[in-house]
């Protein structure tokens, strides 16, 4: 049996058969969260959060859709051997029944290390042989040029890390990639959503089935404070102004339309709901 402490959250959209499996998890500083946000007013923020330490602990989830054809995976987590902490996706797959020779659809929704981790076996090879990968065609054309991430308030080690990620894990799946641009339905009931800023090519989706809708935003925002203060963002955003036109577009269609949202980075299992808050917006998790 799953339970939701393990990381395994099994969900229903229409008649398609999800499970949210969290790969592992990771501390990150509120300052790589909110890297704009002036640091007297965040601690405050994070205080109201309860979050004392000025650390904050997200999940690294990838999604499982059953549609009844397809099984779809969308993002692999961060892969064995990366952090201590992670890792687990292919050990919690095998313990829902579900074999890496059965995903016949992985989505990539952007090209950073703990969204493609997982992407190759322990050989170099695809993790799931039988599976077409799918991107967006900016977001593999980035990380296959020579990506000048420079401007980016991260660390040295981390920016190079990023990169050595990307250059590992994304040219052995060649063969089995599929580009794709923008608004494309990638199966019935699930269409890719251009969702640039946070990287050029990152990818949203909206998953539909039986009159009911999941919005699956990635890295839109990192944490629920990235919605109650529209203003502030990651020091992981590629192009800031432009995660801000997209964090717009998706937060209010998300709300107008009260769809049920999974956020990557969000507490477990990520799902919940956007409600408008005067300018801005407000997590209500299910
Ligand atoms: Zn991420």
């Known amino acids: 049996m799953s339970k939701m402490s393990d990381g395994v959250f099994p969900f229903q959209i229409g008649n398609f058969e999800c499970i949210a499996i969290n790969d592992g998890t990771f501390v990150y500083t509120g300052e790589s969260f909110f890297i704009n946000a002036p640091k007297k007013r965040m601690d405050q923020v994070l205080r109201e959060h309860n979050i004392q330490s000025g650390e904050i602990t997200t999940p690294w989830p990838s999604l499982f859709i059953n549609t009844g054809k397809h099984k779809v995976l969308v993002d692999t987590g961060a892969g064995a051997g990366t952090v201590p902490s992670a890792g687990k996706l292919l050990e919690k797959l095998k313990n829902e029944g579900i074999e890496v020779k059965d995903i016949d659809t992985v989505i990539l ?17 695809p993790a799931f042989p039988n599976a077409r990968y799918v991107m967006l065609k900016d977001e593999w054309d980035f990380w296959m040029s020579e990506p000048n991430f420079m401007h980016l308030k991260l660390g040295d080690e981390l920016k190079q890390f990023i990169l050595m990620s990307a250059r590992k894990n994304l040219p052995p799946i060649q063969e089995q990639l599929v580009l794709i641009d923008h608004e494309t339905e990638i199966l019935p009931g699930i269409v890719a959503i251009a969702a640039p800023g946070h990287t050029p090519g990152h990818m949203a989706l909206a998953i539909s089935s039986g009159g009911e809708q999941l919005l699956h935003i990635s890295d839109t925002v990192l944490y629920p404070i990235h919605m109650e203060q529209p203003d502030w963002y990651p020091a992981f955003d590629f192009a800031p102004e432009q995660a801000s036109v997209t964090k717009h577009k998706l937060l209010n269609r998300a709300a107008a339309e009260k769809v049920m949202v999974f956020a990557f980075h969000f507490p477990f299992p990520c799902l919940g709901y956007v409600i408008e808050k005067g300018k801005a917006w407000q997590w209500q998790p299910i």
């Open 109 to 125: 929704t952007h090209g950073h290390p703990d969204h493609i981790g997982g992407t190759l076996d322990t050989r170099g090879k």
